[in-house]
């Protein structure tokens, strides 16, 4: 046995048994179904017989699923910066995350189209706890992300993702997808979290931080949705933060978002790639300074860049504006795109609940004012 079992994904030897495996699961069945309607069930399973590696999954299934995907719940896809990475290269993605799926979906399909190295992305083992779920994302190069653990536990797992990581870097030319904090943001404030770069200095081993950190080649991710297809559901988790609750998710509610995710509308979404953080770390982490004080210059550095890098809809300037009862970004949409906003709150949230109201607004205000502030201390 592997020590990294309990977390990799499927060897490609292990992939054609587990498609046979599954190939009649209804889930399954319905992924197939909804990407390829022209396809008699024979003519998928045929495909089936043929793959052998997680790369063929990727690209002869999965790929067309995204572009369906897009097809049916959006208007399109935008790219920015890919141009920027090279061929045969792998880096370590560092992510804002606003979907459970398409975040690592949509990123793996633009590095596919670009030729450039796809990823094995994190995901948290709550999402993996059905095994048709878990299989489908070993088939889709993931690792587990074990959550809720005691101290010790989580301190070996935090070892274990950390050492993953570097093998599949360093030694197996695999680029890596990681979202900048646990869990997806919900709330439009992209910030990164120091204990994700001390979760990845776990494995520096003899190697100084500064030097092993620029062999990762760290690339910051931002991807924006126009419309966040999980806004309303979200909307619980929000409302208990404010009353300083405790939240507990109701049961399928994780199955319920991804879904979600994956069919509801988004109208317009933009990933955009920065630059290999290269100079940036020698700067901080070649500075004085003890190493929590550099990991958090290089936690707002990730987010300096995230946040200037992400694009600006329409509906995150009508959100503000609403929030705030002004008009003082108008120029940035139509009277049309400012009512199908409010329809689609009125239809979402209970309306009479001012502090719904104002989480729901701040879900896409936020990145305004957060782009603002980061320009104004940039500048």
Known sequence: MSKFDPIRPFYDNEVNQALNEYAQHPMMKAIMNFTFPERSEAEWEKVFSAIHSIRDFQTKIIYDAVLRVLELSSDGLSTSGFENLKPNTSYLFISNHRDIILDTSLLNATLFENNLVMTTSAIGDNLVKKPFLKALSRLTRNFV??????????????????????KAILTENRSVWIAQREGRTKDGMDLTQKGMLKMLALASED??????????????????????????LKMPELLAKAREEIYVKQKNEDFKTL???IIGQKKRIHISVGKVLDEEIGEILGADGSINKQLQLLAEELDRVIVQNYQLWPTNYIALDLMHDTNKYTAHYSVEEKEAFKERMIKGIDMDNEVAVHNFLAMYANPVTHKQNITETAS
């Open 145 to 166: 992300v074990f959550r809720g653990l005691s101290p010790k536990a989580m301190f070996e797992n935090s070892k274990l993702n950390s050492e993953y990581i570097r």
């Open 207 to 232: 190697t100084p931080l500064k030097e092993y950190f620029q062999q990762l080649k760290i690339v910051p991710v931002s991807i924006s949705y126009e419309n966040d297809p999980t806004d309303v």
């Open 259 to 261: 879904v979600s995710g």
